[in-house]
């Protein structure tokens, strides 16, 4: 059977939804924009500006959400402008309202109700941050300058901005340092906080009884099969190409390698429950996950192992010193 969209079941629709579609909408805008205030707090609240949005259509379904996106749009325009609103809409609404849609499909087999796999959205993120990425090349790109030394000019002008006092050597290391995966850092910190954002507003909506579908077990995470491809045609033109085309390779096999961190994890949570201390153990390793990017490699390593071999099923689902008590 194929698969129908959650929301085409008898589901409220009324004034009271329109009106907290309209306002989850605006709260979403506001959030967003706060950024332009320049404050410290104004990122933290820029980073949850898809929780409003991902709470209106998790819980009240895909029109909901489509009156959400629509009035966001509307009042970023209204607070920012045409740009902000476009902004706004390329980095909000539209990849909340597809992960939305997704999420609430689903289909009935044997009796048993099956939902769109939470790993086809983390993938379809990715495909959507690659593409993002791809169609500012073609707007921003020139003919005397490579991307490369684009990204850099740009690096150069936000620090000098950001930290004036920073002396000429220190900043020209730092921008040869951070321009190599620049692009590929700011759409994996997009994909990583849409997609906290969806998995905060799931659970809110759970434990409050108001949740569409089930939250789904991330333990049980499980790839497309396409993921495996699009990573290695990345990671392989990245080691064979050269100039621009190596550049845009490069950063795209790190977005690409995302969803692959995300299913190394659940491979290091069914290791770490096999010991006395899983509880202490999780905790140090994603504290030394935080402070070092070099911890994620192994981890998407095993992501690639699993996706390949399958480890979760060949580990032991009860640790042996249960089995000894």
Same mark, same amino acid.
């Given at each position: 059977m194929e698969m129908q969209l959650g929301e085409d079941k008898k589901l409220p629709f009324n004034m009271k939804v329109v009106f907290f579609a309209v306002g989850g909408g605006a709260l979403s805008a506001i959030l967003?924009? !706060? &950024?332009?205030? +320049?404050s410290g707090l104004a990122l933290i609240l820029a980073y949850l500006a898809p929780f409003p949005l991902f709470l209106v259509g998790l819980g009240n379904g895909g029109k909901p959400a489509a009156i959400a996106a629509f009035a966001g749009i509307v009042f970023a325009i209204l607070l920012g402008g045409p740009l902000s609103g !476009?902004? #706004?809409?390329?980095m909000n609404t539209l990849p909340c309202w597809l992960a939305i849609r997704l999420a609430l499909t689903s289909r009935t087999q044997d009796g048993r109700e099956e939902w769109f796999p939470v790993g086809n959205i983390l993938v379809t993120f990715a495909g959507y941050g690659s593409a993002l990425f791809v169609m500012a090349l073609i707007f921003l790109i020139t003919p005397t300058d490579s991307i490369a030394q684009m990204v850099k000019d740009f690096l150069s002008t936000l620090i000098g901005t950001v930290a004036p006092s920073l002396s000429a050597e220190h900043k *020209? +290391?730092?921008?040869?340092?951070? !321009? &190599? #995966?620049?692009p590929a850092m700011v759409l994996v910190s997009w994909m990583l906080m849409t997609t906290i954002n969806a998995v905060l507003a799931q659970g809110v909506l759970t434990k409050s009884g108001k949740a569409l579908r089930p939250s789904p077990k991330y333990g049980e995470l499980t790839l497309p099969d396409l993921a495996s491809w699009a990573f290695v045609a990345c990671a392989t033109v990245t080691v064979v190409a050269s100039g621009d085309i190596e550049y845009v390779a490069r950063n795209l096999t790190v977005v690409m390698a995302l969803p692959f961190l995300a299913l190394g994890l659940t491979v290091v949570h069914k290791l770490v429950r096999m010991t006395r201390f899983s509880g202490a153990l999780l905790a140090a #390793?994603?504290? &030394? &996950?935080l402070l070092s990017i070099w911890v994620a490699l192994p981890v998407i390593g095993l992501g690639l192992i699993e996706q390949w071999i399958g480890l979760r099923k060949r580990i032991p689902s009860q640790p042996p010193f249960? *089995?000894?008590?």
């Open positions: 967003a924009l !706060s &950024l332009v205030t +320049g !476009s902004v #706004f809409a390329v *020209e +290391g730092f921008v040869d340092q951070m !321009s &190599l #995966f620049f #390793f994603y504290l &030394l &996950l249960q *089995e000894n008590d």
